[in-house]
């Protein structure tokens, strides 16, 4: 059988590419040095794209693909795609859900753990030989704290259902009220007023742009904690890093940012945040799952069959 021709907008592992090239002829748009000329050549013979969840296919490159049929994203986000524009024009998208929910909630409550209990400090601490000079300085307790989810979905369920392990109370603001136990709070201001820690976990784009503003961070408070594990365009990354310096908020526990891989040195200089480099995801067992959903969801459409996991 004739193989189609892809577009690949993203650096991708070895164990995705490898049955992606037996299936594809596959067109490195991201190494590509001279894009245009790329497209020149191939645009119009391109049916499907595969794309991370972080990066973009802009309306701009999807209309330079007359042939384009499917988007395939490496992620469960996928906010870099314009959704609306490919329900209208027919283009059918997926993602790769669920497979990576655990993985996500292990790092969330990592990062609350590192936090909240200066774990990180504590090993640079030891490592600096500072021991013998004295006892590591206390840390705060988990028990009793109130966590306050932005976006109860699979990961903030998943990140809620371990946080209550640690014996923390959960609370959560979202677009409605779900039928769960924990506590909704329609203001996110207000949730943030409660809450011991702020953890993010809905999806980026446009509609949740700088939800966590420099008013979201001021009513979190010197008691409260920032965590996100969602997108860093959700979160005003200036305003962080003033709330930060000033002691606004106590800490902030991050695995993703506004311009990654770039992070600003400011923030990089703030000892009361753990920065992580976008790794919640990252395990052999979840990368490997969820290539097997990117590779499943071509397979399926250009056989004709239903889409593993369907946006649109
Ligand atoms: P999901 O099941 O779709 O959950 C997203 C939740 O966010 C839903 O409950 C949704 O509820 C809520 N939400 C949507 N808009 C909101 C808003 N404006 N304010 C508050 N809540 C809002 O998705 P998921 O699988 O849990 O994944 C969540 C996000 O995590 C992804 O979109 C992705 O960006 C991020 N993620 C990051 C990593 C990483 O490596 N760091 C890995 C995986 C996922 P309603 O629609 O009912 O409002």
Not at 13 to 31: K, S, T
Not at 238 to 262: C, H, K, W
């Amino acid at each position: 059988m004739e193989k189609t021709p892809v577009l690949v907008l993203a650096p991708l592992p070895d164990f995705l590419m490898e049955p992606l090239r037996a299936a594809h002829v596959c067109h490195d748009y991201f190494h590509a040095e001279d894009k245009d000329a790329l497209l020149a050549n191939v645009g119009a013979h391109i049916r499907g794209i595969v794309m991370a969840g972080h990066s973009m296919s802009p309306v701009a490159l999807l209309e330079k693909l007359p042939k384009l049929e499917i988007i395939s994203v490496f992620g469960v986000g996928y906010d870099g795609v314009p959704v609306d524009w490919c329900r209208a024009h027919g283009i059918r998208v997926t993602n790769t859900p669920d497979v990576l929910t655990e993985d996500v909630a292990d790092t969330a409550s990592a990062l609350v753990l590192m936090t909240s209990r200066r774990l990180i400090s504590a090993n640079r601490y030891l490592h600096a030989g500072s021991w013998t000079q004295g006892p590591f300085p206390l840390a705060h307790a988990l028990r009793g704290k109130l966590a306050g989810i932005v976006g109860l979905g699979r990961i903030g369920k998943a990140i809620a259902q371990r946080l209550e392990a640690h014996g923390m109370r959960v609370a959560y603001h979202g677009r409605a009220r779900q039928e769960v136990s924990w506590e909704y709070f329609e203001s996110l201001i207000e949730l943030a007023k409660t809450a011991d820690f702020l953890i993010v976990a809905c999806p980026g784009g446009a509609g949740t742009k700088h939800l966590i503003n420099a008013q979201v961070l001021e009513a979190l408070g010197a008691k409260g904690t920032l965590i996100n594990i969602a997108r860093g365009s959700v979160v005003d990354e200036m305003a962080l890093i003033a709330a930060l310096q000033s002691g606004t908020i106590r800490g902030a526990g991050l695995d993703v940012f506004e311009n990654e891989p770039l992070v600003p040195q400011a923030l990089m200089q703030c000892e009361n945040a753990v920065l992580l480099p976008h790794l919640s995801s990252g395990t052999h067992e979840t990368r490997r799952a969820m290539a097997g959903l990117v590779v499943g969801n071509l397979a399926a459409y250009f056989d004709g069959k239903t889409l593993l996991t369907p946006v649109c």
